[in-house]
């Protein structure tokens, strides 16, 4: 079973905010401090915003059977 679809449709419906920086945190590899100093925000706004961008991912990816509970 591939997984691309799925990964792609989860991170999509992501909310924008949320979607930039788990993409650049965890595909592009960047640091909270280099994501931050890129979106020219606060690390504390990157660190939620990956925390909660990580949950809904994990959560679309369950609901979607890509991954077990």
């Not at 992501?14 to 993409?23: F, T």
């Not at 706004?45 to 949950?55: E, P, Q, T, W």
């Amino acid at each position: 079973m591939s997984v691309r679809g799925p990964v792609a449709d989860a991170l999509s419906a992501l909310e924008l905010d949320d979607r930039v920086v788990v993409v650049r945190a965890c595909c592009r590899g960047q640091t909270v401090a280099e994501v931050a100093a890129a979106l020219g925000v606060p690390r504390e706004i990157v660190k939620a915003r990956l925390s909660s961008g990580l949950r809904a991912l994990r959560e679309a990816l369950q609901q979607n059977g890509v991954i077990e509970s």
